[in-house]
Structures are given as structure tokens and as C-alpha cells.
């Protein structure tokens, strides 16, 4: 490998470890504030009101698709022009993205307010809650579509490796976020009190990027000046492409949710979502290997000066071991959430709800087959393929209008249940195409990737099934807070088990040391600050 690759390498997986590592720790103190967020909304609003700001964020998901092609345009190829040194070129995509996104989130918002009363009757929203109904779902539409205009200054952050900045802002953001909702909605405010706080939580995490890119890159500029064809060309090419793959993406992620509202109605939605959560949560952390997994692959396609496969090897390497780490992460959560799901949700929610923990369930295990088609769909758009992820997406759609029909006489009627069950099964059916496809594209041999990637991600379950009985045998015998207590010791020690299994017979040996460099300087200070504090 030559010189300036090696050094590209070098930038690469040290901004990684560094990004990686930020993002996980971000993403689990997010998952432990939104963690007691779902029961103390449910003791103070019905699941119909529940239900309507789950779908409140699906319609969300649909207005943004009109700018998503920008965010993947920003992140890719800011990486490869700073990785040149062509900061010129950065500015005016950074400048043309910008003056494309304001008008046209200015004409998304306008669209929905006039067409919110097309939208009640299709949602079935009910006479009672149709004004605060359209008091959150423009809250929050108008506070989205205020975060992709200015997604530029986020998106730059991460294209020249500083995601841990966008962390950093995050954490910041979203504590403030979760004060807001106990205090507004424990005071009453109701769903209204949700939308506030998550206006609030944009602007100020949207301000702080905008400051914090400005301050850290010393070449961004914006103007009107810069806006050019070039770039213009760019961002309707590849962003393009993305956008269309981000349709289909953000549709299958809440396809569940988006068919129960008008075929089984706004409750069979918020048991959906109330199921999906712990599940989605567990998600987040994983995915904080694909955020960087994009840029990574850019930053290193940017440095290429061959395309010969010894070339390509970082390449490879990078996705082998993204999909390994990302796979037994997600386990890690999944496992234990797939088996125990009954007595997870009994001590977490407080309540009982028909057919939670079956879905639970279900969600678990199709997350994490979810999950391992994104390193392959973000390593592939950072080489500039986006639409590889077309078949993961297709094959996805075709499943779904085999499998969701059949699911009406199989289930006796459109049920939730019978929903999810399609939704899953379309999940495995179509993520085994796509990971086939991506691997024959990486030249990697499938018996390579079933021992480095898909066994260790079997290994928990294995590991959480003793565990998983235990609980479901004595905690249904107590109250909810011994109960909790229970299932808490439960998870420290399949954490402790799971461990010492994967350091034993998982990893390797170079893996071992690699953890144990991360993780030993840490330790050694984190002691070091303790005994300074003590004396």
C-alpha cells in the first residue's frame, strides 16, 4: 500500500475508534433517559393519544425523504474533498445543498397545513384529539424540516471526521429534551408538552452545530456566491438515488405502524410502537458503527490512487469488521430482549398489554437481521453505490405484498400481530438477499462471513435463554419493583457471562489486545481520578 494510503488508513481508523466510541456512549445514556420516558407517558395520556405521536413521527419520516438525498450527499462527498484538500468544492456543495433545502422545506410545511384535513380523516383521528392533533403534527413537522435545512452544518462535522462533535451537541440536546417532557408533560400538557420540548431540543441542538462547524473547521464558508451547476448535479445524481432508497428505508422501518392507523386503528399503532421501542432503542447503538461507516469508506475511496484489490482491501476490512462488531452489539441487546420480552415489559411498562411481549419479541430478532444489512448499505453509498441498497429494498416491497394480505385470513382479521408477522418475515427474506449481494460485490466468500459475523451473533442467545426462563418463571409471582430488581441482576449478570464467552471463544487473538489497549489507558485514569478525589 502506498504512502498517502497508508496515512488515509491511519486518519481513518482512528477517527473511527474515536467516532464509534463517542456515539456509543451517546446513544446509551440516550437510551437510559428515553428509557423511563414510554411508562410515564402512558400513565398520563390514553394509548389512542400515544398512538397518534407515534404516527405524528411516521408522517415525519415521509415530508423528510424530500431532503434525505441531501444529508448522505454532505457526508460523502465532504469527506472526499477534504480528504483532497478541495475545500472549495465542499463549500459551494455545502452552499447549493443549503439554498435548495430552505425553500423547499418552506413548501413541504405549507403542503401539510393545507392538507391536514385530508390527512385527519385517513389517520382516523378522532373528534376529541383532531386540534391537538394538528397543534403536535405541525410542531413537529415544522421543527424536522427546520433541522434538514440546516443539516449542512452537522453533515460537515461528519464528513471531516468529528461526528464525536455532533455527539457531544447531541447529549447536550436531548437531556434538555427529556427535563422538558417530565416537566411539560408531567404538568399537564399532555402530547403538546412532547411537541414543545422537541421543538425546543431542535433549536437548540441545530444552533449549537451551526456554531460548533463554524468554529471547528477553519475552511467553511457559506454563500451565495458558491451555489454552482456542479454541485447542483451532485446532490440531484447521488442524492438523487438516495433519497429513493431512503423512501423505501424509512417506509419498511415504519411500514407496521403506517398500516395499522388506517386498517386496525390508532391503538393497534401505539401497541405497535409501545413493542417496537425497547427493541428500536437497543438499535440506536449499533448504529453507531453505520453513521461512521459512510464517511470512513468516502475518506478512504478519496485517497485511492489505484482501484487494483490490493487497493481495495482497507475497504474490505473495514465492512468485515463494522458487520462483526455491529452484529454481536445488536445481539447483546436483542438476545435479551427476544427472550425475556414478557417480563421486561411487565416491570418496565407497569401494564399489561395483549400480545407486547409477542411482538416485542418478534421486533427483537428482525432488528438485529435489520441491522446486518447496514454495513454493506452505508459502505457501499460511501463508495458512491447507493443503489445497491436497492436490493435490500425491493425484494423487501415484493415480500410485503405477498406476506401482509396473507397475514388477513391467517389472523382472522387485520390484527397487529398478524401485521408484525409479515413485517418480519419480509425483514429476513429480503435482508438474506441483500447480504449475499453485498458480500459477492466485497469478494467475500459466504463461509468467511458466517464464521466472522453471523455465529457471533447466535452466541447470545444462547447465552441469554437460561436467564430469559428464570425471569419468566419468578418475576410474574412479584411486585413490579422486586421485579425490576430482578430482571436487573438478571442482565448484569448475562452481560458478565456473555463477556467472558465472547473474550474466550469469540474473539481472537489480535481482537483481545486491540480491546484491551482501548480499554486498559481508561481504566488506569478513570483510578488515577478517583484516588486524586479521594486524597
Known sequence: MTGPQTDSAKTVREAL?????????????????????????????????????????????????????????????????????????????????????????????????????WLVQYLHVSPRLALEARVVVLIV????????????????????????????????????????IFGLVGFGRGIEGLAEAFLLRTLLEEGLSTVVAFRRISWLRISP????????????????????????????????????????????????????KLPGMAASIPNAFTSSLTSAASYLQGSLIEDSPEAQAPIRKLFLKGARYMNLSSAYFCAFIATASAPILTVWLGKHYHNAAILA??????????????????????????????????????????????????????????????????????????????????ALPAAHYWKRVVWPGIVPYLVALPFALVLVSTVSLTARWTGAGIVSLAGIAYTALLTVVVDRWVFDEGERLWFRAILHPRFRRAARRAQEVAT
Open 361 to 442: 419479541s418478534l421486533f427483537a430478532i428482525s432488528t438485529q437481521m435489520h441491522l446486518l444489512t447496514g454495513p454493506g448499505t452505508s459502505l457501499l453509498k460511501g463508495l458512491g453505490r447507493p443503489k445497491e441498497e436497492f436490493y435490500y429494498c425491493i425484494p423487501n416491497v415484493i415480500a410485503l405484498a405477498v406476506f401482509v394480505p396473507l397475514s388477513y385470513p391467517l389472523f382472522g382479521g387485520w390484527t397487529a400481530v398478524g401485521i408484525a408477522c409479515a413485517v418480519v418475515l419480509s425483514t429476513f427474506v429480503s435482508a438474506a438477499i441483500f447480504i449475499r449481494h453485498a458480500n459477492r460485490i466485497l
Open 141 to 180: 413537522i415544522g421543527s424536522f424540516l427546520l433541522s434538514l435545512c440546516t443539516s449542512a452544518f452537522s453533515d460537515a462535522l461528519t464528513g471531516v471526521q468529528m461526528e464525536s462533535s455532533n455527539q457531544f451537541i447531541w447529549i447536550v440536546a436531548y437531556l434538555f429534551e427529556t427535563a422538558l
Open 17 to 117: 475508534s474515536r467516532n464509534v466510541t463517542i456515539t456509543i456512549v451517546a446513544r446509551v445514556v440516550y437510551l437510559l433517559t428515553r428509557f423511563f420516558v414510554p411508562p410515564f407517558l402512558l400513565a398520563r395520556v390514553s394509548m389512542e393519544a400515544y398512538g397518534l405521536w407515534a404516527t405524528a413521527f411516521i408522517l415525519v419520516s415521509y415530508v423528510g425523504i424530500s431532503t434525505m438525498g441531501l444529508s448522505a450527499v454532505y457526508s460523502k462527498y465532504v469527506a472526499e474533498f477534504s480528504a483532497r484538500g478541495e475545500y472549495k468544492r465542499a463549500n459551494q456543495l455545502l452552499s447549493t445543498g443549503l439554498f435548495i433545502a430552505v425553500p423547499l422545506c418552506a413548501a413541504l410545511f405549507a403542503l401539510i397545513y393545507l392538507l391536514w384535513p
Open 225 to 276: 456566491t458558491l451555489v454552482n451547476r456542479d454541485s447542483l448535479h451532485l446532490i440531484c445524481s447521488f442524492g438523487g438515488v438516495v433519497q429513493l432508497t431512503s423512501l423505501f428505508a424509512i417506509g419498511l422501518n415504519s411500514i407496521e405502524r403506517a398500516l395499522a392507523a388506517p386498517l386496525a386503528g390508532l391503538s393497534a399503532s401505539g401497541l405497535l410502537d409501545v413493542s417496537k
